[in-house]
Structures are given as C-alpha cells and as structure tokens.
C-alpha cells in the first residue's frame, strides 16, 4: 500500500479497519503510527473503528452466549 505519513490516505476508513484488525503490512503501519500523531482527523476515525470492532466482538460473544444457553435448555426439555 506504502502510506504518505505527511498526509491523510484517500481510503482513510479502510486502512483505519486494517490497522485496528492488524492487517496492515509492518511498513504501512508504522508510517499509519507516525501520521496518527499529528493527524486528529485519523485518529478519530481509528478510534471510531475500535469502538465498532469492540461492538461487534461483544455481540458475538453474546450471541454465542445465547446459542450456548438455547443448547442447554433444548437438552433439558429433551430429558424431561
């Protein structure tokens, strides 16, 4: 990708997604590092990105807490 650290990427929501999921290569992520600390505007659209990742991860693990108990329960009705 090779990122510019003197300015915004065109593309700023994706590579915000990658960086916070850890899929940007190790150049372009430290040159992301470096805009990051001087850009606020990137900063807040990475923090965005977290903030709906951390989302996302907890309504899976709710959802698997769910299914979890739906099992449970189906057990149960089936030994009684």
Do not use: I
């Not at 590092?33 to 709710?62: F, I, N, P």
């Amino acid at each position: 990708m090779s990122l510019d650290v003197s300015r915004c990427p065109a593309n700023v929501d994706e590579v915000a997604k990658a960086y916070c999921m850890d899929t940007l290569d190790a150049n372009d992520a430290a040159a992301f590092d470096q805009h990051l600390l001087v850009c606020d505007e990137c900063w807040g659209v990475v923090e965005a990105t977290e903030e709906y990742v951390r989302a996302m991860q907890l309504a899976a693990k709710r959802l698997r807490d769910v299914c979890a108990l739906k099992h449970l329960l189906l057990q149960e009705r089936e030994r009684n």
